[in-house]
């Protein structure tokens, strides 16, 4: 499988942490499982907040946007996982590795960028909950969304752009479920100043930026809250800031420990992508129906129908 000149592969060998395991078909019945449920309760989701016209806020339209994004990241993953698991066939064309790059970068990106904005949304309606309306209107909720979606494509477009500029000699073999940027690096011989750049970049502006100022709006957020002399207003206040203080202690939580892993842990390393990319997608809307009043009734008329 080694590739000894620099040259760009005709394809790709994924060599996933349970590629020799006996139990193929039970793993493959675990991820067909998350797979259909994270589908299944994120459609959900959306269906209900598309019909409950009391839904119809700025909250709800991120919340639907966050379950559109999940429902992406198994979609990019797990079908294809599910295809090698039951064929036994784990090679993936070159184009078909760095399409699903592109899309898989896309989705990160964007969750990313919306969990900020999620936490500005409940910073406007806890702290300047007056200009409300006029902050988060239906115009600027379709500017954002639009604009989150956009900046995450071209975001994901650089980085494809840049990573195919990179040759690769050392080895054409992936050691991870899925092709990620990471893994890919680890396969190249010559990585290019302007691949570093843009990964610095991003870092920069879509990890720590909206991740410091989610940190800053909870601050204030809370400082707010505490302020609050009715117990009862107090309560209402966090438990419309749990769901998403519980969905970012995950996300980032579980990326850091990623990130943290060295680079020779292939297996470690496998394990929280498999809990990154498909485990929390399909947690995010339970969490959502669970610690949201609003979404647990709006689920409950739609069941009852």
């Not at 409950?52 to 909250?59: A, G, S, T």
């Not at 797990?78 to 896309?106: R, W």
């Not at 979606?149 to 980085?159: D, H, I, T």
């Not at 011989?189 to 502006?205: A, P, Q």
Request: glycine content about 2%; overall charge positive.
């Amino acid at each position: 499988m080694l590739v000894k000149n620099e040259t760009f592969p005709k394809y790709f060998y994924i060599s996933t942490f349970f590629g020799k395991t006996r139990c193929k078909p039970c793993i493959s019945i675990f991820f067909f499982l998350i797979y259909l449920v994270g589908v299944f309760v994120n459609s959900s989701i959306i269906t209900v907040i598309c019909l409950d016209v009391q839904l119809h806020k700025p909250m709800y339209l991120f919340i639907s946007n966050l379950s559109i994004v999940d429902i992406f990241y198994t979609s990019v993953t797990v079908p294809k996982l599910l295809h090698m698991l039951l064929s036994g066939n784990h090679i993936i064309s070159f184009s078909q590795c760095y399409i699903q790059l592109y899309f898989f970068m896309s989705v990160a990106a964007t969750e990313q960028i919306l969990l900020f904005i999620m936490a500005y949304d409940r910073y406007i309606a806890i702290c300047i909950p007056l200009h409300y309306n006029q902050i988060l209107s239906q115009r600027n909720c379709i500017l954002i969304t639009f604009g989150i979606w956009a900046a995450a494509f071209l975001n994901s477009s650089l980085l494809v752009v840049s990573a195919l500029n990179m040759s690769s000699c050392h080895s054409n073999i992936i050691h991870q479920f899925f092709c990620d940027l990471k893994s890919l690096t680890r396969t190249t011989c010559t990585t290019t100043l302007m691949f570093y750049e843009i990964v610095g970049v991003e870092t920069l502006i879509l990890v720590s930026i909206p991740l410091l100022n989610t940190f800053i709006s909870y601050i204030n957020i809370f400082s707010v809250i505490f302020k609050m002399k009715s117990k009862e207003s107090r309560r209402k206040s966090f438990s419309t800031c749990s769901s998403h203080i519980t969905i970012i202690t995950i996300y980032y939580g579980t990326a850091l420990i990623a990130f943290l892993i060295p680079p020779y842990s292939d297996v470690l390393d496998s394990v929280f992508n498999v809990v990154y990319a498909t485990i929390i997608p399909m947690i995010n809307p339970i969490i959502y129906s669970l610690q949201n009043a609003n979404v647990q009734s709006a689920l409950l008329k739609f069941v009852k129908r």
